[in-house]
């Protein structure tokens, strides 16, 4: 007991790796390894750099609200803005304005995207573009980017879109069309700095507020079954 105790508070201080990080995580030992070689401070220099994608490509566990009809942030990170907005044309989801919930990961946020609401995967879609700075609000017409729309069972369409940074080189989205998804599942990651917006369905309101920091996997964005209007909020 003492020994599972132990382990469990250990994961609670140390998260598990995403295992697209180890190649990174390799590469900046090597380069550490050398910079001792060159010259001793550059190579502590190097271990702090290290320390730094060990801790960027973290994956910690989540609990995930379960209830039905709730939406959870894919990302952690700030609320950047809510309004209305057209979504991305490639994914199809008409000419009318949704209201959209931006959140900014910046470098030290953990990037590990999650599904935000149970469904099916009606269609991902890859979009090219600028690696302008994520937290700008063209950077959701501008910027490289990959949306994937899940559809309800009772219709209606939510859309989750990751958005490269300023440095930002790299979307990764394991979605593909037809699957089944369940809420809090890892779906992607994005690598170093960027943006998740998520498009809610026609008179759903959110339940965050701009400012708000967001927790992947647990931070509920919205509810589908309530009629609770959109929350405000300030800083104090």
Same mark, same amino acid.
């Given at each position: ?12 201080? %140390? $998260?598990?790796?995403?295992? $697209?990080?180890? +190649? ?11 910079? /001792?070689?060159?010259? &001793? ?8 750099? *290290?320390?730094?994608?060990?801790? /960027? ?7 995930? +609200?379960?209830? +039905? ?20 044309? &490639?994914?199809?989801? #008409? ?24 469904? @099916?995967?009606? @269609? ?19 910027? &490289? ?5 899940? &559809? ?5 369409? %939510? ?22 998804? @369940? ?8 690598? /170093?700095?960027? @943006? *998740? ?7 759903? $309101? ?10 992947? #996997? ?10 609770? +209007? ?7």
């Amino acid at each position: 007991m003492a020994g599972t105790a132990g382990t469990s508070a250990l994961r609670t201080v %140390i $998260a598990p790796i995403h295992r $697209a990080g180890y +190649p990174f995580i390799a590469a900046f030992a090597a380069v550490t390894l050398i910079l /001792f070689f060159l010259w &001793e401070p550059l190579g502590w220099l190097g271990v702090l750099a *290290t320390a730094w994608c060990v801790y /960027f490509f973290r994956d910690p566990v989540r609990v995930v +609200p379960t209830r +039905p009809g709730l939406v959870v942030a894919p990302a952690d990170g700030l609320v950047s803005a809510i309004g209305q907005a057209l979504p991305p044309k &490639e994914l199809d989801l #008409g000419d009318e304005p949704l209201t959209r919930v931006s959140i900014f990961l910046n470098v030290f946020n953990v990037h590990v995207n999650r599904i935000p609401i149970d469904g @099916r995967v009606s @269609r991902v879609h890859y979009h090219p573009g600028k690696f302008l700075s994520a937290n700008l609000d063209k950077a959701s017409e501008e910027n &490289e980017r990959c949306g994937a729309v899940i &559809e309800l069972t009772d219709g209606r369409e %939510i859309a989750v879109v990751q958005i490269a940074g300023l440095v930002a080189r790299r979307i990764i989205n394991n979605l593909t069309d037809g699957a089944t998804c @369940r809420v809090g599942h890892r779906f992607g990651l994005i690598r /170093f700095g960027s @943006r *998740t917006d998520v498009y809610l369905p026609p008179g759903v $309101a959110p339940l965050v507020v701009v400012g708000q920091t967001m927790i992947g #996997g647990e931070t509920v964005i919205a509810d589908l079954d309530t009629a609770e +209007p959109q929350r405000i909020g300030h800083g104090i």
